[in-house]
């Protein structure tokens, strides 16, 4: 088995994991992402606060509104992003090497080609993925009331009948979002956002630099007192300080995106119809200020952040344990261990 398909399914399982692990904070973010009531935003509600009012009104099945379609967006994105970093860090490294021998460089790959790899690698899976996470965007902002509708055979039953069955609600799920996407725009539908996701390539490209710099530092600190390789939770807290200093900067595409993603309103104000992704931001500026590019940032921190330092975590000891089962070498294990 090669060392890209082993990142790929490692990062596919770490990714899964992260996401049950964090989806409700999810959820909440998209609906703080896409809540456009100037009250709403002055009350401020806490994201636990936002968390219960979801439970009482909708029911505990809401927080998970999108989960399947999510974590199979999740396994894919993760798979397709491990495996072609891989391949293209391989790539760089070789290069590296070979500059290395005409006396260029140190022959380790640099911050800006790690860079450049992981914005490839960004770039082929928000290609390959996006319509899945329309789909999920759907999903999670979807409320019973929208689609509440009494039918008209509700008149010939009693009154308490009538209260009853008022509040009953279709189910919504993953062929009702991917009809509505298509009825709203057809098959293009599903690339909505995607040039904002793009954009939000330089999350995970920041977050790679940032965490492979920070890893490499960790390493010859520890080459130099001779005290051994690097352990899993420090691999967390690594994962977890570079997703932090990404998500601060990239955060105002991030509500771009989720605001093209979720239905869009056609009728009445026209504040919230959006044309297009220059349109989104400047209506958000316009109408709410800055503060609007930056709602739910608080969410999306503590989510990101804890999803971030699980899946690398997670990713680290699947690899591990993929190439234990594939070679039956423990000894290649802690050499691996070693030189991380």
Request: glycine share 10%; with cysteine; aromatic share 8%.
């Amino acid at each position: 088995m090669s060392d890209a398909l082993i990142n790929g399914v490692a990062g596919a399982g770490g990714g899964i994991i992260a996401q049950l692990l964090t989806y409700p904070l999810q959820t909440v973010n998209t609906r703080q992402h896409t809540d456009r009531d100037p009250k709403k935003t002055k009350r401020n509600h806490g994201t636990i606060e936002q968390m219960l009012q979801v439970v009482k009104q909708e029911g505990w099945g809401r927080l998970y509104g999108g989960l399947a379609p999510s974590l199979i967006g999740t396994a894919a994105s993760q798979g397709v992003y491990y495996y072609f970093y891989q391949i293209f860090r391989n790539r760089a490294e070789v290069a590296a090497q070979n500059r290395w021998k005409r006396g260029i460089g140190d022959g380790s790959v640099g911050m800006f080609s790690s860079l450049v790899v992981a914005a490839l690698s960004g770039c082929v899976n928000v290609l390959l993925t996006n319509p899945i996470w329309v789909v999920v965007a759907r999903m999670q902002t979807y409320t019973k009331g929208k689609k509440a509708q009494p039918t008209q055979t509700l008149s010939i039953v009693p009154d308490d009948a009538i209260q009853t069955a008022s509040i009953e609600h279709p189910p919504y799920g993953t062929s009702h979002a991917v009809q509505e996407v298509y009825d709203e725009a057809g098959v293009w539908g599903f690339w909505k956002g995607v040039f904002p996701t793009l954009i939000m390539v330089s999350n995970p490209s920041i977050q790679f630099m940032l965490y492979e710099t920070l890893l490499k530092q960790l390493k010859r600190r520890r080459a130099s007192k001779g005290t051994g390789g690097v352990t899993a939770i420090e691999v967390f807290l690594l994962g977890a300080v570079a997703k932090l200093g990404a998500t601060v900067v990239t955060y105002p595409i991030l509500v771009v995106k989720s605001r093209l993603q979720v239905k869009q309103v056609t009728g009445g104000d026209t504040r919230h119809h959006y044309k297009g992704t220059l349109d989104a931001i400047a209506k958000m500026i316009r109408h709410e200020g800055l503060s609007g590019c930056y709602k739910g940032m608080s969410t999306k921190i503590v989510q990101s952040v804890l999803a971030a330092a699980v899946l690398f975590m997670v990713k680290e000891e699947l690899v591990n344990a993929v190439r234990l089962l594939v070679t039956r070498d423990v000894g290649l294990i802690k050499n691996v261990r070693s030189s991380r």
